[in-house]
């Protein structure tokens, strides 16, 4: 798998002609330059921090990350000092949690790091978190990680596995302040049915850097939801693969960027396996000076992988001038033998015509600001599907857009 | 009765640097139950008094007043004026995404009307409202004028004419781009909404072909920034076989 993606494929067809255009509208969206699965990544991926080179910025998977901010996650210069974050979990009963050493044999299995970030915490993590639902176990009560940063650095790595036929709901929540770079391995048996929930709700000063590898077993079915609103950088890396056939994948994410947050959204996708699917929709808002989201969706179709049914979407919505989107999709596709592949990205603005629009109608200022920005997100919330979090999600919404309107 | 005054009305625009005066005295009264057509060549200032009376924040007022049953429309916002009674369909509707068409109609009802309307009869309201149009139900579903062609755009916007009734409506250029049929539904919506006898009617047309289908009180010819002649349904005729010549170059020496 690692050297599908890291070997060139230049031959790799492109589906729907289109090109991967990030934008829609003029002004400060900026439309990324075309760029393949394969070059995206200028180091193949290793367990080895001292396998990748310090980035200076211009390589492709760097390029659109202020790495001054990153507060020296990527050049060895943050060192983790034992007040980064701690983490609390809430299982209910059959689940079994654990804290392991680096020698645990379940670490490591879902995938491997892709940039020097997520090596770097893969090599300086002391103790990983090792949630397990047995084989079989249906929960009806979700499991919850709290990691709340206490103000220091961190190196996470979380493994959560879910053995044959089980389903759980995890809910992973991002709070405080810190300093933290992590890997998140999901592991799914056969048949298992997994929906993870991971919310970055983190103040204001704080960077996050976090690479998610999904293995989906046999007819196994994974939904993410991911979830950003805070920090000064936030940096996720999504990716999926699939142990066998019938697999099936949902990747859901929403964020809202304010002035000066740099909000960046990796999704890859390797369909490595035949006859599996996958769905990815993210949509995010933006509003205020220099809010910065970034959303890279790469979906992989190997030639082995025949009977693929794929589709990936990401809109944003830009509430205010000074804020600015990089939305790249971006399928390859190995075989022509799939149900079907599709990508979309669209950028709009709410404009001061908008506004007098619905002003036209009565519709005073504020709740015309609510109106558009709760209609976007609706549909995406409602497919959740975890009622504390949509409800908590709402909220959140209705509160940064109170922000920006004071 | 609901009157709409509007006196020696003067509108500048910033363009290229520079303030353009497009209005130079408007004077006009819509009372409830008249239509006034205002006719007029391109570019003589018709879709800026129709945006002005909105609120649009791109015009300046320099001068004049508009007052709406006596109450000082010029110091009210753009929501303050539609809530007051004035409702301007557009002559390009504008896409809102993320909101669809039954939220959008029922949030700016609620506005309105001050209260959330019952839930049931509104749905009936709606539905029925939309049949009339020849509307596809499928329509409240789909984002706000995303997508819609542009007779779409003008029965979008007649519906909600249909379903705010106000005291002043203000219809800028529904004409333009329709073929016949899109024509004859959008002015049978307006038709409607005038044998209520409860609005004024204040039609912004290029083409004198409406005004087959929509009859007016009183026609006025708009040149230069500013109504030139007014008289009765007669007028339009004589534009329709003399045309704007006589008043471009009027305008043009004023």
New interface residues.
Partial sequence: MAEAQNSPTPDSSRAGGTPPVGSTTAGQIAVAAESTVATRMSVPPSFDVADFPVPHGREEEWRFTPLERLRGLHDGTAVANGAGVKVAVEAPEGVTVETVGRDDARIGKAGTPVDRVAAQAYSAFEQAGVVTVPKETVLTQPIRIAVHGEGGVAFGHQVIELGAFAEAVVVIDHTGDAVLAANVEYLLGDGAKLTVVSVQDWDAKAVHVAQHNALIGRDASFKSVVVTFGGDLVRLHPRVEYAGPGGEAELLGLYFTDSGQHQEHRLLVTHNTPHCKSNVVYKGALQGDAAHAVWIGDVLIEAKAEGTDTYEMNRNLVLTDGARVDSVPNLEIETGEIVGAGHASATGRFDDEQLFYLMARGIPEQDARRLVVRGFFAELVQQIGVADIEERLLAKIEEELEASVA | MATLEIRDLHVTVEADNATKEILKGVDLTVKQGETHAIMGPNGSGKSTLAYSL????KYTITGGTVLLDGEDVLEM???E???AGL??A?QY????????VS??LR??AT??RGEAPKLRTWVKEVKETMERLHMDPSFAER??NEGFSGGEKKRHEIL?LEL?KPKVAILDETDSGLDVDALRIVSEGVNRVRETGEVGTLLITHYTRILRYIKPDHVHVFAGGRIVESGGPELADKLENEGYEAYVKGGASA
Avoid: W
Avoid at chain 2, 54 to 57: L, T, Y
Avoid at chain 2, 93 to 100: A, F
């Fill in positions: 909105a609120g649009h924040p916002s753009v929501d004026r539609a809530r409702f301007l557009m509707p504008v896409e809102v995404p993320g909101v669809s939220n959008f949030t700016s506005a309105i984002n706000v909600q705010l």
